[in-house]
């Protein structure tokens, strides 16, 4: 067995990333040795101080991205308004989650509860507890929401950031081409190769928080990949662990005043409130003939955070909410060419996600607290089929079946003493059903311009018929720039 160079990078939290590097005789360098790549160096050297410090969230001609269309266009060709944030952008500002990536980008605000981010688009905020419902966020084209409820985990627990190669962003409705939950914006992550661990060796990174806490936060990430003549794979696991306690509740808010007068600083604090998140990623590929590929892609991510903060109950005196969540998925691709022009993608997934044992909802009383009951399991099919009679047009059809059983939310009553169990609801599971048609065409003319039209229609047990469309034409007007005309319903 031949062992793989290890790289790893030490990076601060609150400052800029410290690597080591461990060469392939085991021989630690020295980090004033190590040379980052050139166009990294070139990236940084050639910036002024205030570039340094100004991400190009905006547009790039030359940025290539899949998301948009599902085919590889340039950003000035693409009809979206689409940002490509790059792993070299990654490693120059040493982003530890998506989120963190995304409070960076132009036209998306953040909002935090100490449980999970939250992100507006354009001006249009979906408010508390909203879980990104509006975005869809997808890993390597794979949607990751927790479907009791749609919402989107895209903290430290969404991906392990060593493996992430680039991340496509869509601002605008795409609902014609990912459906309902791409109502202002698509968030696509993609996953580095395995070639890159194989010529580079595996990562490991850890970040700490220099904090004046007694106990520090640190996050652990490691990725790899293995990559023989027909098969290869990727892999990465990170963990995180935020100690809170200390924050106090902000002056502004209306009941600081009153909570100070009754218990002094200490009832305006947090106590043992603590976060921690779990995220792994694989995926495998393996090309059985020159026309036929299959992919294994598996994804397991977990809250377990205290809400200290709860819009329900805040600093309780009898403890914190406990959110704790486990989401996951399994999907199974099979790809075939029967042309240079036409090729069909099936897949089939495997879905969950519920509470754990820890979970707890606090609604201020002495004597119990509440447990939460519910989850999902879903069964999803998929195939597409494309059509690229040349090098400039495309065309894609393709249909979605799922199926779910989702358990409906209900509280049992849990005394604080004897741990006794009432139920307050009677537990129910409902199954639903849904089906997705979706065809688009991308031509471009001999004039110059180049148009698009996409239409979907959804129908689900409980919404109907949902119908979705988006047209698009682009106008180059330089080798650099281009006037896009964007219309679409989400």
Excluded at 109 to 131: C, E, I, M, W, Y
Excluded at 183 to 192: A, E, H, Q, R
Excluded at 365 to 374: D, G, T, Y
Aim: a negative charge.
């Amino acid at each position: 067995m031949k062992l793989l160079p290890v790289f790893c990078t030490l990076v601060s939290l609150s400052q800029m990333p410290l690597s080591l590097a461990m060469n392939a005789n085991n021989t630690l360098i020295h980090p004033k040795e190590i040379k980052p790549s050139k166009p990294f160096m070139n990236k940084v050297d050639d910036a002024s101080f205030e570039d340094l410090f100004d991400l190009q969230t905006q547009e790039n001609p030359d940025w290539t991205a899949n998301s948009p269309t599902k085919v590889p266009l340039k950003s000035s060709q693409s009809p979206a308004n689409v940002v490509i944030i790059t792993k070299h952008d990654i490693q120059t500002f040493g982003y530890q989650s998506i989120s963190e990536i995304l409070s960076h980008v132009a036209g998306f605000v953040k909002t935090n509860d100490l449980t999970q981010s939250n992100f507006g688009v354009r001006g249009v905020h979906p408010g508390s507890r909203a879980g990104n419902r509006i975005i869809k966020v997808m890993i390597d084209g794979h949607p990751i929401s927790f479907r009791s409820n749609d919402h989107n985990w895209i903290d430290e627990n969404l991906i392990p950031m060593p493996l992430v190669e680039r991340v496509e962003i869509i601002k605008g409705p795409v609902s014609a081409l990912y459906g309902a939950n791409a109502f202002l914006g698509v968030v696509n992550v993609i996953t580095k190769q395995a070639d890159e661990f194989v010529r580079k060796g595996q990562i490991i990174e850890l970040g700490y928080l220099d904090s004046k806490r007694s106990d520090p936060s640190f996050q652990i990430s490691l990725a790899g990949g293995y990559k023989n003549s027909n098969w290869s794979s990727n892999y990465g696991f990170s963990v995180t662990s935020e100690d809170r306690s200390g924050l106090q509740l902000p002056i502004s808010s209306p009941s600081y005043q009153t909570r100070f007068d009754q218990g002094g600083i200490s009832a305006v604090t947090s106590k043992n409130d603590e976060a921690d998140h779990l995220v792994f990623y694989s995926k495998s590929r393996y090309q059985s003939t020159q026309n036929d590929s299959w992919q294994l892609g598996i994804h397991y991510q977990e809250i377990d955070a205290d809400q200290s903060f709860s819009d329900l109950v805040s600093l309780s005196q009898f403890g914190n909410n406990h959110i704790e969540l486990y989401n996951g998925f399994a999907r199974l691709d099979y790809l075939h060419r029967f042309s240079g022009q036409w090729e069909i993608n099936t897949n089939l997934a495997y879905s969950e996600g519920a509470p754990k044992s820890s979970d707890r909802i606090e609604v201020g009383a002495e004597q119990f607290f509440l447990k939460r009951n519910f989850g999902y399991q879903a069964l999803d099919f998929g195939a597409e089929l494309s059509f690229r009679p040349d090098t400039r047009d495309f065309y894609l059809f393709g249909i979605n079946t799922s199926t779910a059983n989702q358990d409906i939310e209900t509280y049992d009553r849990i005394e604080r003493v004897s741990r006794q169990s009432t139920a307050l609801n009677q537990k129910h599971q409902e199954k639903l059903t849904s089906s997705q048609l979706y065809w688009e065409g991308l031509a471009n003319w001999k004039a110059g311009f180049s148009t698009l039209v996409g239409y979907r229609l959804d129908t689900q047990d409980i919404y109907s018929n949902q119908h979705s469309g988006r047209i698009g034409i682009v106008f180059p007007i330089t080798p650099k720039h281009s006037l896009k005309f964007l219309l679409g319903s989400s």
